[in-house]
């Protein structure tokens, strides 16, 4: 039922770069609305990692950072850490007729070689 | 601290009805958008339900004419209630707190209440 489509998986080596895409639609990120990243572990609720396309929470640190353009967004982790192997969301709004109001990714295990 | 608090899950048979509670904890539910998230063993993330500051209540296509969320400021919670329990509503449910507007991110996040509808 995503409207949001991401890899299922990413990896790399401790301190390399990865990036995660979110690919949408014109009745989503096309249309202009926000993206926002949220970040998992297992048995754990999600976490707001990004906000409104790149902008980070307080205490989030600045190795995570994202970006929109068109129909798409990225995550990209810069300098990868072993505390980074989680479950990562992309989320933004739709306006589509067979979506619900507030659309997720499905969903990117990112895991640390 | 801004806590969410759920309760109320548990193993319910097909066709029951079963109420959530998420309780607020650091801040008033009366001013803020809140929502129901819900995510199924091993899925992902799946938005349930809204309720906006005014009254407004909107749902996912999925759970609409069976769920039904509410806001009780005066003990500043926010339920949902869910009738006609299928299988495919078994999951975690999450209560969520929007940031400010109702296009904002969900900010605040409880720990989730498991939902197990089965015979």
């Known amino acids: 039922q995503s409207v949001l489509t991401q890899p299922p998986s990413v990896s790399g080596a401790p301190g390399q770069r990865v990036t995660i895409s979110c690919t949408g639609s014109n009745s989503n990120i096309g249309a202009g609305y926000n993206v926002h990243w949220y970040q998992q572990f297992p048995g754990t609720a999600p976490k707001l990692l990004i906000y409104?396309?790149?902008n980070r929470p307080s205490g989030v640190p600045d190795r995570f950072s994202g970006s929109k353009s068109g129909t798409s967004a990225s995550l990209v982790i810069t300098g990868l850490q072993g505390e980074d192997e989680a479950d990562y969301y992309c989320?933004?709004?739709?306006?589509?007729?067979?979506?619900?109001?507030?659309?997720f990714g499905t969903g990117t295990k990112v895991t640390v070689l | 601290e801004v806590q969410l608090v759920e309760s109320g899950g548990g193993l319910i048979q097909p066709g029951g009805s079963l109420r959530l509670s998420c309780s607020a904890s650091g801040f008033s539910v009366s001013d803020k958008y809140m929502s129901w998230v819900r995510q199924a063993p091993g899925k992902g993330l799946e938005w349930v339900s809204g309720t906006y500051t005014g009254g407004s209540t909107y749902y996912a296509n999925s759970v609409r004419g069976r769920f039904t969320i509410s806001r009780d400021n005066s003990k500043n919670t926010v339920d949902l209630q869910m009738n006609s329990l299928r299988a495919d509503d078994t999951a975690v449910y999450y209560c969520a707190r929007f940031a400010t507007h109702r296009r904002s991110p969900f900010d605040i996040w409880g720990q989730g209440t498991m939902v197990t509808v089965s015979s």
């Open positions: 989320q933004s709004y739709d306006t589509g007729l067979t979506a619900s109001d507030y659309v």
């Open positions: 409104d396309n790149n």
